[in-house]
């Protein structure tokens, strides 16, 4: 029953900031262990792992994206957010927020993304 709903602009400026939200229900971002995450996907190209924030408020982010990327969260509201700086046109693509957990088996946990927002397409272009 957890959903996740991405919102913030559609349409963004080169060298502007992107800030996007992610609305949880159904589930708190502050439950051990699940890890709330940030992933895109440019036009005709896989899916890339941006970053994530894990229910105790530490942050992971992808090597290439670490300088100009913060994740936020906001407990009250449960919520987090990405913040993406100094946007190119590089960066346009549909962007997904989901929630990264691992299952117990025999030889170890497997993670997986088992709940994913509809993904909310971002376009950078003046």
């Known amino acids: 029953q957890v959903q996740l709903q991405e919102s913030g602009p559609g349409l963004v400026k080169p060298s502007q900031t992107l800030s996007l939200t992610c609305t949880v229900s159904?589930?708190?971002?502050?439950?051990?262990?699940?890890?709330w995450t940030w992933i895109r996907q440019p036009p005709g190209k896989g899916l890339e792992w941006m970053g994530a924030?894990?229910?105790?408020?530490?942050?992971d982010y992808s090597p290439s994206l670490k300088s100009r990327t913060s994740i936020s969260r906001d407990t009250s509201k449960n919520q987090f957010t990405l913040q993406l700086r100094s946007v190119t046109p590089g960066d346009t693509g549909v962007y997904y927020c989901a929630r990264r957990t691992a299952t117990a088996e025999a030889s170890g946990p497997r993670i997986v993304y088992d709940y994913w927002g509809q993904g909310t397409q971002v376009t950078v272009s003046s």
């Open positions: 924030i894990g229910y105790d408020g530490s942050t």
């Open positions: 159904g589930g708190s971002i502050t439950t051990n262990y699940y890890y």
